[in-house]
């Protein structure tokens, strides 16, 4: 298939050659290559991580599948459909957060997923898109900056959602719908002067929070904070995977030769922890260029944003590509003893299925932005 | 007029603001992209040696630490619980090759039952791969068959380790409880980061309702090992510059806090001594504070055989017995109290003005409410003649109580059981208490599913005055009740814990007794029903006088026979059995010196037959045990220190004192407060 430019009426469209019917197609080519060459290296480490077995990465690829099907159908859709459809969507999704907090209720078990007889999935991962989602929805017809009352609003659509999750309690995820939820607003030109304000709210809530905390609870906190005070629990993961990252050097052990996850030291070793072992087998240099190529998503994303024509296009793409950035810096952080471990896996590369589709789907909604602009005379 | 404007959108000016933020957002990303690559080039190339030293042929193995577990002592500073050396056989899951073949071949060695296969393999796997699992423990002779062929089993090691021993075995068993191995079923209820090092929790009594004082917390400490699982570097060793150069770390365990008992293990001996071949319980209390001196339940176990690690066959068995030695009729056997409630209703005539209370009946040997028939039998056919509530009390006169609970009424018998204890835990400090039954209008509703069963009878108020019928105690509850009697009205909660003793710095935190509401009667009452229990062992008709004849001490006591009147359900018809088993119930209640009483005692005998015959001679024994005069003596010596400590707060208390006056109750009863 080759690539063209089709004039069509008043837009341009990047389209597929080839018969009619995918000439129409929205597709958004430097995104979707760079995709899969991420998603391409991901089977190379998952493979090595799986201890050279194909069923895994035969599982994955099938989830890479569905995830393409995801980004191709929402890029058909225009943007001001999507917008028509957001507090629909948010609703839906706080609807379901409170179906699995009740069904977790009566089967005392985990609360995260809801099982749909085929597909079992959480409804939490649907709320890190619909969250900014709704917060770009409650913005879009309104003068920007937010003024105060606004802002109150937004941090109720942001936290409502965010809480429940917590409660679940999975603090990661919750954490980062939060993130999600709270970039959107920055982007929308939140004064810095508020910005500050808030930062020296926390500043000084922090050690007030701190002083009427028990001691069990200032101890759970300094183990989130600090794994390695817990060598026998939390600071295991951690210590093996800093072991594993610092012994791949510049250039690593070479594929399917690192130690530390073949001789099954590093836990989790295909979902949250499959950084380590791209950084033991790949080294600084296979790091690098998985960065770089995350950047180049990043970055395409951050320019489909300052591109859009419509304050609802604007602020999702834009806060899509921040919250995939937050993914990547998170997984790393966590992975390279910088941050405390939360589950979050790495995007694109850890095996899981969840987490692939909702991305494949918040890329296909980049797409959609940039291939439904309307060409404006200057 | 600008203000006017601003409601409208003004795109260009948000396309701008747009653009800032997201130049502003551009930058932090590749900020912190580059602090992700700063901290990953530290990682990889600053640290590269250390990390790819320890990735390649050593690893880093975090070996945690099992604390000590706390002792146990009794109320004079006698070892109740401690912790001897001794080997165990440890497996190392992530050193293990083929598990099955290892454990076979530890069987062939006849070092592990084949019987327990499967549960030490499923215990293996439930690990982590560095976790040590304890397997089991073993003699010297079974540590030295394995030594010599330790090089056959890679991730399968011998270390030393302490094994929690109980010197007074059986006789303690169903206050202090025992340790066990931690089940799968444990796993699930404790963290398991505190017990990884910890082979063993407590599964009854004190060692499980005090587990979080005596476990103490884990440590750990890192090793350098090589691929075989050789320490290569270990922090505690004499290479302390090469430990700091890997940095090395080292959390020492902390050790759990010893706890002091109320019990007299010199009355707890005596009374377990007075109850052998009997099934039953015994306990005593101070009424001064609810200590509890001594709490038995026979047949018992013995603790050392489970700490040890029983195999499932011997547990099975154990649990299969007829006589349930693993069952704590102190706290869980449920009894109808038979005449033992006597004194209580005695009190309660007297207490609410009862017609009857200054009245003397005659007693033809039975009694029939009015307008009815059925005739309910007086113990002693031919009746007791005239009585009072005195005579009453000593010649345990049914027919006086028929007719007392029937002018009572059963609200008011219901008030007064209740005002005792009965019907309710006791609230002692170890799990397992049963709540009885004191039955009442509003029980027998409840009860009942049958709404022609849910009416209270007549004639059902009339045999709860004698204490049958529904009527349920357990011997705790009635020792309580007794104390509660003998203090006229002041109650504490029983209790086994009087103190924690800090193992490091030696403090000892002593609990102050827990009051109870008192039970409130006039003085006289009080007096007369303690003269009426005096009567008991010592008028010549008194029920309990051939068991107290001769005591230095005035005893206050009454005697109960509880009829057995179903056999239970699950019981398996034998001949022999059965006829024991369908026997009455001995009960014996008692407190001393009647004057000013420092022991309350409640004893019951399974099937024993008669209260007075069965029940009162093992309280004579106990009764003797705690008056002797060379051991109280020594008891005073060694209390009045205890007493003394705890008046003046002085810490670090000479333990061990009384063990060499009394001499060892067995060989190793010797043992003094180990210093660690």
Request: hydrophobic share 45%; proline share 5%; with cysteine.
């Amino acid at each position: 298939m080759s690539l063209g430019s089709v004039e069509w009426g008043d837009k341009t469209r990047k389209t597929l050659g080839g018969p009619p019917l995918l000439r129409n197609l929205v597709v958004d080519m430097p995104l979707l290559v760079t995709l899969f060459a991420i998603a391409g290296l991901g089977f190379v480490v998952l493979y090595s991580a799986n201890g050279e077995d194909l069923s895994g990465v035969a599982r994955q690829s099938v989830r890479l599948s569905v995830g393409l099907a995801a980004f191709l159908v929402m890029a058909q859709i225009p943007p001001r459909y999507l917008r028509l459809w957001t507090p629909w969507l948010y609703c839906a999704v706080l609807g379901l957060l409170l179906a699995v907090m009740v069904e977790g209720e009566i089967g005392k078990g985990a609360q995260r997923w809801l099982d749909l007889g085929v597909v079992r999935f959480q409804p939490s991962e649907l709320m890190k898109l619909a969250a900014p989602m709704m917060v770009a929805w409650f913005l879009h017809d309104r003068t920007l900056p937010p003024t105060m009352p606004q802002l109150l609003v937004l941090m109720l659509v942001i936290l409502v959602p965010a809480g429940m999750i917590a409660e679940q309690p999975d603090l990661g995820t919750g954490l980062l719908v939060a993130s999600a939820g709270i970039l959107t607003v920055l982007l929308a030109g939140v004064s810095v002067r508020i910005i500050a304000g808030i930062g020296a709210l926390a500043l000084v809530a922090a050690p007030v929070l701190w002083v009427s905390m028990m001691d069990y609870q200032r101890a759970r906190v300094m183990t989130f904070l600090n794994p390695e005070s817990d060598p026998l629990g939390a600071g295991y993961n951690i210590i093996q995977s800093k072991i594993a990252i610092g012994s791949g050097g510049m250039f690593g052990k070479g594929w399917l030769n690192g130690t530390q996850a073949h001789l099954e030291f590093l836990p989790e070793r295909s979902t949250d922890f499959i950084f380590a072992v791209m950084a033991e087998e790949f080294g600084l240099l296979g790091l690098s260029v998985l960065l770089v190529l995350y950047l180049v998503l990043v970055g395409r994303g951050l320019y489909i944003a300052v591109q859009a024509q419509d304050t609802f296009s604007r602020l999702l793409a834009g806060a899509i590509s921040l919250t995939f950035f937050v993914y990547v810096f998170v997984n790393a952080g966590m992975v390279s003893g910088l941050l405390p471990v939360v589950g979050v896996p790495l995007p694109l590369v850890s095996a899981g299925g969840t987490s692939m589709v909702t991305l494949m789907a918040c890329f296909g909604i980049l797409a959609s932005i940039h291939g439904h602009r309307k060409l404006l005379a200057a | 007029m600008a203000k006017r404007f601003q409601k409208l959108k003004d795109h260009w000016r948000e396309q701008r603001l747009f653009f800032s933020r997201v130049i502003a957002a551009a930058v932090v990303v590749v900020l912190l992209t580059g602090v992700l690559v700063a901290r990953l080039v530290h990682l990889q190339v600053i640290e590269y040696q250390r990390f790819s030293d320890l990735s390649q042929d050593n690893r880093l193995r975090i070996e945690p630490l099992a604390p000590t577990r706390g002792l146990i002592f009794d109320r004079n500073g006698l070892i109740i619980a401690e912790n001897l050396p001794t080997w165990q056989l440890v497996a190392i899951p992530e050193q293990i090759g083929d598990l099955d073949a290892a454990l076979a071949e530890l069987e062939e060695l006849g070092l592990v039952e084949a019987s327990e296969h499967a549960v030490l393999a499923d215990l293996v796997r439930s690990h982590r791969g560095f976790e040590r699992v304890k397997l089991r423990n073993l003699n010297e002779t079974q540590a030295a068959r394995f030594a010599v062929r330790r090089h056959r089993f890679p991730g399968i090691d011998i270390q030393e380790g302490l094994v929690r021993y109980y010197p007074f075995g059986e006789a303690s068993a169903h206050a202090v409880g025992y340790v066990g191995s931690i089940s799968t079923r444990d796993l699930e209820r404790i963290d398991r980061r505190a017990y990884a090092a910890t082979s063993h929790i407590g599964k009854t009594g004190i060692e499980r309702s005090y587990e979080d004082l005596l476990h103490g917390q884990v440590g750990y400490r890192q090793q350098v090992v090589n691929a075989q699982g050789r320490i290569l570097l270990d922090p505690a060793s004499a290479d302390a510059q090469a430990s700091a150069s890997w940095e090395l770390e080292t959390k020492w365990p902390v050790p759990g806090d010893n706890v002091v008992l109320s019990l007299d293990m010199r009355l707890q001996l005596a009374t377990h001594e007075a109850l052998a071949g009997a099934r039953g319980a015994a306990i005593a209390i101070d009424p001064a504070n609810g200590d509890v001196l001594a709490l038995v339940s026979t047949p018992s176990f013995d603790p050392n055989r489970l700490a040890g690690g029983l195999s499932r066959s011997d547990f099975a068995t154990l649990n299969a017995d007829l006589d349930m030695p693993m069952f704590n009729r102190a706290l869980a056997g449920q009894y109808p109290p038979g005449s033992t409630v006597k004194p209580f209703f005695g009190l309660a005539a007297l207490q609410l003005e009862s017609s009857l209370a200054h009245e003397d009946i005659s007693c033809p040997g039975f009694f029939t409410l009015p307008g009815h028939s059925h005739r309910y039998r007086d113990w002693r056919p031919q009746g007791h003649g005239p009585v009072d509530l005195r005579g009453a009390i000593v010649q345990s006169c049914d027919v006086y109580f028929y007719r007392l609970a029937v002018d009572l009424g059963i609200d008011r018998l219901e008030q007064t059981m209740k005002a005792f204890g009965f019907g309710a835990p006791t609230g002692l400090d170890i799990m397992g208490e049963r709540a009885g039954v004191v039955p009442s209008r509003e029980w027998k509703r409840e009860y009942f599913p049958q709404p022609e069963d849910k009416v209270w009878f007549p004639g059902e108020t009339v045999i709860t005055g004698i204490g049958q019928g529904f009527t349920l105690v357990t011997p705790l509850q009635l020792a309580h009740a007794t104390a509660v009697l003998a203090a006229r009205g002041a109650s504490y909660q029983p209790r086994l814990l009087i103190g924690t003793e800090d193992a490091v710095s030696r403090d000892v935190d002593w609990a102050e007794p827990a009051p109870l509401g008192a039970v409130e009667a006039s003085e006289e009452h009080w007096a007369a029903i303690h003269d009426a229990m005096v009567g008991v062992t010592k008028d010549l008709r008194g029920s309990g006088r051939t068991s107290m004849l001769g005591t230095s001490y005035v005893v206050a006591g009454k005697t109960g026979t509880a009829q057995v009147f179903t056999v239970a359900q699950e019981e398996k018809y034998d001949a022999d059995e059965v006829d024991e088993r369908l026997r009455d119930h001995g009960l014996f209640i008692a407190f001393a010196p009647a004057e000013a009483p420092r022991i309350a005692v409640a004893v019951v005998i399974e099937n024993g037959g008669g209260g007075s015959s069965a029940a009162a001679p093992v309280a004579r024994k106990i009764l003797d045990a705690y008056f002797a005069e060379g051991v109280e003596a020594a008891a005073a010596e060694a209390g009045t220190a205890a007493i003394g400590r705890r008046a003046a707060g002085i810490s670090a208390p000479s333990f061990g004192a009384l063990a060499a006056a009394l001499g060892p109750a067995e060989p190793q009863g010797e043992a003094t407060h180990v210093p660690r």
